[in-house]
């Protein structure tokens, strides 16, 4: 048996994706031993990070990740997270997370959004055919708006954006929080890249340390305080191996799908992915504009039928409209490995309002209705698996004291809008908590 390896820390982060990046980040710059472990890889530097190839080797089962009612999940396992293969997005917390949960953020929100310049593409940048699906929504009386992004072509001599940033920025223009683990490093953080924490390390009631596997041989860590980032599906798990039995009981999603229509003009494949985007707070989802990547389109259809990947040659004249549901608690991650999220009664009617919605737009914007079709469900913010209230208190604690969570799985609601602005302003927050602690 391989003698296992033993580490100290101050503070121990499993996992890099927003959460983890900025808490490490934070701490690191406050003068503590942070140890930031991710299970995958940095992959920045790789001549295939950003293309199709790329995504089959940095996501989780390459890509074809499913729950048991076959939502597709993409699960980038790579330094960054989720923010390496995301739309380059921004949204303010929901105001019921500081109204009836009691986390108040929006002095870290407001610190990040002037860090790191978010705000909406300039114009002449959100596309035309985006626009065109924007205006056709403005007409029908939706006060569709520039949607706020981690995105500036200030940052690259070459901006070139369109479907495939959801594969990885080729170009440099999108931020991603491996830029924070950078700045973590630079402060004095260790990063140790494939680190699968397996488990947290309890001693007396409070928490210890991590222990896994490094590089696939035995390790440990000892520190005095923990926190868990390693998303809604890789927390959850950990929690679940170390005695944590009411771990990914229920989780939502913000089931999401798209609605595709066909025009003359060229489409919006080509343009920057969600620069325009409206909610309907009172229903409970969120319209923007959005396709699938070249290569993936005829994937993603296929699951819907074999006639929908023919329209794949007019791929380049697709408008299309992204439905994303602030789904109800439900299903879970199991430990057996299932992951499960039905749609409940109250979910349904919605979708199919929003699904409606989007097709009187795209028809506004021009496209033909008979050629309409919506595309598969898919799960794209797994959340709400170690939810605020019923695991967590508000400093997200869990009830062992020295172990803490800080990403999607936190969520004690679907916030079905863009994740990522709330949850750095989470790990600010937290990590302003362990330090005055």
């Not at 033993?6 to 140890?35: F, I, Y």
């Not at 709400?384 to 508000?394: D, E």
């Not at 004291?401 to 863009?418: I, K, M, Q, T």
């Amino acid at each position: 048996m391989a003698v296992a390896t033993k580490l100290q820390a101050d503070v121990v982060v499993a996992g890099s994706g927003p959460g983890g990046a900025t808490v490490a980040r934070e701490l690191a710059r406050q003068g503590k031993r942070v140890l930031l472990l991710e299970r995958g890889i940095d992959q920045r530097a790789h001549s295939y990070y950003g293309t199709y190839a790329g995504a089959l080797i940095y996501s989780d089962h390459r890509s074809l990740l499913f729950t048991q009612e076959g939502l597709n999940i993409i699960r980038p396992l790579m330094v960054g997270g989720a923010t390496s293969m995301y739309c380059g997005c921004a949204a303010v917390p929901p105001d019921w997370l500081k109204g009836k949960y009691g986390v108040d953020i929006d002095t870290e929100v407001s610190e990040t959004v002037e860090e790191l310049q978010i705000a909406p593409l300039p114009p002449e940048l959100r596309g035309r055919a985006s626009t065109r699906v924007a205006e056709a929504a403005q007409a029908l009386g939706y006060d569709w708006q520039p949607q706020l992004k981690f995105m500036s072509p200030m940052r690259t001599r070459r901006f070139s954006c369109g479907a495939k940033c959801m594969l990885g920025c080729r170009c440099g223009a999108k931020w991603s929080a491996a830029e924070y683990v950078d700045e973590a490093v630079a402060a004095g953080a260790r990063l140790l890249t494939r680190a699968t924490v397996e488990r947290v390390l309890v001693e007396g009631g409070h928490a210890v340390g991590v222990a896994g596997l490094l590089a696939g041989r035995p390790f440990s860590v000892t520190a005095g305080t923990v926190v868990l980032a390693a998303g809604g599906i890789g927390t959850p798990r950990i929690l679940q191996a170390s005695g944590f039995a009411d771990a990914g009981q229920g989780m939502t999603m913000d089931v999401t799908s798209m609605v595709y229509g066909f025009v003359k003009e060229r489409g919006a494949g080509n343009e920057p992915p969600m620069t325009w985007s409206w909610e309907d707070r009172e229903t409970g989802f969120m319209l923007s504009t959005l396709i699938d990547p070249w290569l993936l389109y005829p994937i993603i259809t296929a699951l819907k039928g074999w006639r929908y990947p023919l329209y794949w040659p007019r791929w380049n004249n697709i408008l299309g409209v992204m439905i994303k549901l602030k789904d109800d608690v439900s299903g879970g991650v199991f430990r057996d490995g299932k992951i499960s999220k039905p749609l409940t009664a109250h979910d349904r009617p919605r979708l199919q309002m929003a699904e409606n919605l989007s097709r009187q737009i795209l028809c506004k914007a021009g496209a033909e209705p008979a050629d309409m079709f919506m595309t598969p469900l898919r799960g794209t913010h797994p959340s709400g698996t170690v939810r605020i209230g019923t695991m967590l208190n508000s400093d997200l604690r869990t009830e062992t004291p020295g172990l803490y969570v800080c990403d999607a799985s936190v969520f004690p609601e679907a916030l079905a809008r863009p994740t990522v602005l709330t949850i750095i302003g989470l790990g600010k927050r937290l990590a302003r908590h362990l330090a005055s602690n």
